[in-house]
């Protein structure tokens, strides 16, 4: 029961989606205290629609806007994959694209650590790998 405590996200494989390096770096090692094995983080869209396609993902915590474009591609990978979605965003209205994306947990940023962990582990609650 401890271990389960402590790493929360053990087993769990998440893709990271962030192009704010120092906040992709905070997320990543948040994660990965938590157990979770970590794709990328990918800063671009076309990096995260690459690890979105070949890796075996639980969940997806991203970034709508990457360097290179929205997010919602990938997103719709994981989601196809039977993948959970976290969406961390900038946007000023979330809810504009959560209506899209009603099994996603949208969090505005920065959202704080605690917050984004709780999304995480809900997101992983009841998914399968993807493949």
Do not use: Y
């Not at 979770?36 to 990096?47: M, N, Y």
């Amino acid at each position: 029961m401890s271990a389960a405590l402590d790493k929360p996200l053990d087993g769990k494989r998440i893709l990271v989606a962030e192009d704010d390096p120092l906040l992709a770096f905070d997320i990543t090692g948040l994660l990965l205290k938590a157990g979770a094995w970590i794709a990328g983080p990918a800063l671009s869209l076309v990096r995260a629609l690459e690890l979105a396609q070949a890796e075996h993902l639980n969940c997806g915590v991203l970034d709508v806007r990457l360097r290179d474009g929205l997010v919602f591609p990938a997103a719709r990978i994981l989601r196809d994959k039977g993948a959970g979605i976290v969406f961390h965003s900038g946007q000023d209205d979330p809810e504009s694209f959560a209506s899209l994306w009603p099994q996603a947990q949208v969090l505005l940023k920065p959202a704080p650590l605690h917050v984004l962990m709780s999304a995480v582990i809900a997101a992983c609650e009841g998914t399968r790998a993807g493949g």
